[in-house]
């Protein structure tokens, strides 16, 4: 299972659109909503959450968790302890841990990123503690993945898609969305 975690002001296109291209590669995702199962992004867009924060399960079943960007939305993804509490569980247990925008911000500060290939939205460089920050649009490192910004969702997703079904079947995929 893959949680992507989405909090008050998340960025709309960054969890969307990445739901959406695992969700095409027939992976297993849930949308967590932090507050309850109504969520409203930063663009004032609402949406319904699969499971509230209660429902999500901290298991061997989870594969992934993923940290949309967005303002507040990065502030109260990393205020809630209950999240960082998963996203904790997924590094410390050699899952996948993917944070896009200035969701980067919350690794780095939470030392996941020393020594790593990593980048964020511009301006949240800083934050990236003990990074080796890239100013490309995604960053593979092991068993994290960050993205720059809304504008390299399809990428970002295509890139976590490719753990889990392989380089063959996420080249299948990129093409799909006739992206260029």
Request: glycine share 12%; proline share 3%.
């Amino acid at each position: 299972m893959i949680y992507v975690f989405l909090a008050e002001g998340f960025e709309e296109v960054e969890a969307l659109a990445t739901v959406d291209v695992l969700r095409r590669a027939g992976l297993e995702v849930a949308t967590v909503g932090v507050t309850g199962s109504l969520v409203s992004g930063s663009h004032k867009i609402t949406v319904q959450t699969d499971l509230t924060l209660e429902q999500a399960e901290m298991n061997r079943d989870l594969d992934a968790v993923v940290l949309p960007g967005g303002m507040p939305g990065t502030t109260n993804l990393q205020n809630n302890a209950e999240v960082m509490a998963f996203v904790d569980y997924a590094y410390e247990n050699g899952r996948l841990v993917c944070a896009i925008c200035a969701a980067p911000s919350i690794l780095g500060q939470k030392g996941m990123l020393r020594g790593r290939k990593a980048c964020c939205f511009p301006g949240f460089e800083g934050l990236l503690e003990g990074a080796e920050v890239s100013d490309k649009p995604v960053c593979v490192d092991g068993n994290v993945i960050t993205g720059r910004s809304c504008g390299v969702a399809l990428e970002f997703g295509t890139a976590i898609a490719k753990a889990f079904i392989g380089e063959d079947m996420a080249q299948k995929l990129w093409e799909s969305l006739c992206h260029e």
